[in-house]
């Protein structure tokens, strides 16, 4: 079974700390490895995080503020370097063109990685692959900053006990998943007869953002919601001036979407124990965890 996680590369906001670096975050799901907002030195985080960077199969960039994309440039040299063979995709903000061809081409090397660009212009369905489904929603932080939904699809789960009771094996059950009904000696068996239907798990993802209603739409019924979290509440004032959020703001939004689990991150060089903002959250979300660098959260089914 392939890796199903989420690990934790930065979690700073604009200023690292020693024990910070610049926010990244690997999500490791189905066989694939998304890569949100590289921040600066994303690449050697991936060496203390003893994670091969070829395993970056998707890119995903909120905006271009510095601490969400001075690493993209680097991971893509370093996927070129490695000459990974499958394409690398990326999703960015349609307005920051400009700045991703800056970050590509920031130096000098040849380039032999196949890179898909998907820029998002309007809020809504970025990509449905059969695989994942994408959708974007724009935050409110100021200039273009997207944040994404991202869900798998629905599977087909077999009650093994049925299966049997009705004789069916071997390549018999693809033939009754692909087309809908067996027929079993003088019975005609139906998918539903034998199996249940295991909705896709979904994964939310808005940072750099005061609360807003996409901000809802994009966690609503998430698996696992990562979410800012730069301040305590008792500094929301600053954190609407600068059009961000508290850990209270951010568990509320978790308890009001009906998500599963909270994942605290970009947090202020201010706070230097982010069980702070941990403790804060959990008073109105339990189900709550603060990001810490190189800290892993299962995404198990």
Same mark, same amino acid.
């Given at each position: 079974?392939?890796?199903?996680?989420? +690990? =934790?590369?930065?979690?700073?906001?604009?200023?690292?700390?020693?024990?910070?670096?610049?926010?990244? *975050?690997?999500?490791?799901?189905?066989?694939?490895?998304?890569?949100?907002?590289?921040?600066?030195?994303? &690449?050697?985080?991936? +060496?203390? #995080?003893?994670?091969?960077?070829?395993?970056?199969?998707? +890119?995903?960039?909120?905006?271009? %503020?510095?601490?969400?994309?001075?690493? !993209?440039?680097?991971? !893509?040299?370093?996927?070129?370097?490695?000459?990974?063979?499958?394409?690398?995709?990326?999703? *960015?903000?349609?307005?920051?063109?400009?700045?991703?061809?800056?970050?590509?081409?920031?130096?000098?090397?040849?380039?032999?990685?196949?890179?898909?660009? %998907?820029?998002?212009? &309007?809020?809504? !369905?970025?990509?449905?692959?059969?695989?994942?489904? =994408?959708?974007?929603?724009?935050?409110?932080?100021?200039?273009?900053?997207?944040?994404?939904? +991202?869900?798998?699809?629905?599977?087909?789960?077999? &009650?093994?006990?049925?299966?049997?009771?009705?004789?069916?094996?071997?390549?018999?059950?693809?033939?009754?998943? &692909?087309?809908?009904?067996?027929?079993?000696?003088? $019975?005609?068996?139906?998918?539903?007869?034998?199996?249940?239907? $295991?909705?896709?798990?979904?994964?939310?993802?808005?940072?750099?953002? $005061?609360?807003?209603?996409?901000?809802?739409?994009?966690?609503?019924? #998430?698996?696992?919601?990562?979410?800012?979290?730069?301040?305590?509440?008792?500094?929301?004032?600053?954190? %609407?001036?600068?059009?961000?959020?508290?850990?209270?703001?951010?568990?509320?939004?978790?308890?009001?979407?009906?998500?599963?689990?909270?994942?605290?991150?970009?947090?202020?060089?201010? *706070?230097?124990?982010?069980?702070?903002?941990?403790?804060?959250?959990?008073?109105?979300?339990?189900?709550?965890?603060?990001?810490?660098?190189?800290?892993?959260?299962?995404?198990?089914?």
């Amino acid at each position: 079974m392939s890796a199903r996680d989420l +690990i =934790i590369l930065g979690c700073a906001s604009q200023h690292p700390t020693r024990f910070r670096n610049h926010g990244a *975050y690997l999500l490791r799901w189905n066989e694939e490895g998304l890569l949100f907002d590289p921040g600066e030195g994303t &690449q050697r985080q991936f +060496i203390f #995080a003893e994670i091969a960077p070829p395993c970056v199969t998707r +890119i995903f960039i909120s905006h271009f %503020h510095g601490d969400h994309c001075l690493g !993209l440039g680097s991971m !893509l040299m370093r996927l070129n370097l490695d000459k990974v063979t499958h394409p690398i995709h990326c999703y *960015y903000p349609a307005s920051g063109k400009k700045f991703f061809d800056r970050l590509r081409y920031c130096c000098i090397y040849h380039e032999n990685i196949h890179v898909i660009e %998907h820029p998002v212009r &309007q809020a809504g !369905l970025v990509e449905d692959d059969g695989k994942f489904r =994408i959708e974007a929603e724009f935050l409110d932080h100021g200039v273009e900053n997207v944040g994404w939904r +991202i869900s798998e699809p629905e599977t087909v789960k077999f &009650q093994k006990e049925a299966l049997k009771n009705f004789g069916i094996e071997g390549p018999n059950v693809r033939k009754l998943e &692909q087309e809908g009904s067996l027929l079993v000696g003088a $019975r005609r068996v139906l998918l539903e007869d034998v199996s249940s239907i $295991r909705k896709g798990d979904t994964f939310a993802y808005v940072v750099d953002t $005061r609360p807003c209603p996409a901000a809802y739409s994009l966690a609503h019924g #998430a698996k696992m919601f990562l979410c800012e979290s730069t301040y305590l509440d008792e500094a929301r004032e600053m954190a %609407h001036e600068y059009r961000h959020m508290t850990a209270k703001q951010a568990a509320m939004i978790a308890r009001d979407a009906g998500i599963e689990t909270l994942i605290l991150t970009h947090f202020s060089a201010r *706070y230097l124990d982010s069980g702070v903002l941990e403790r804060e959250a959990r008073e109105v979300f339990p189900n709550t965890f603060a990001a810490e660098d190189f800290r892993r959260f299962s995404f198990a089914k």
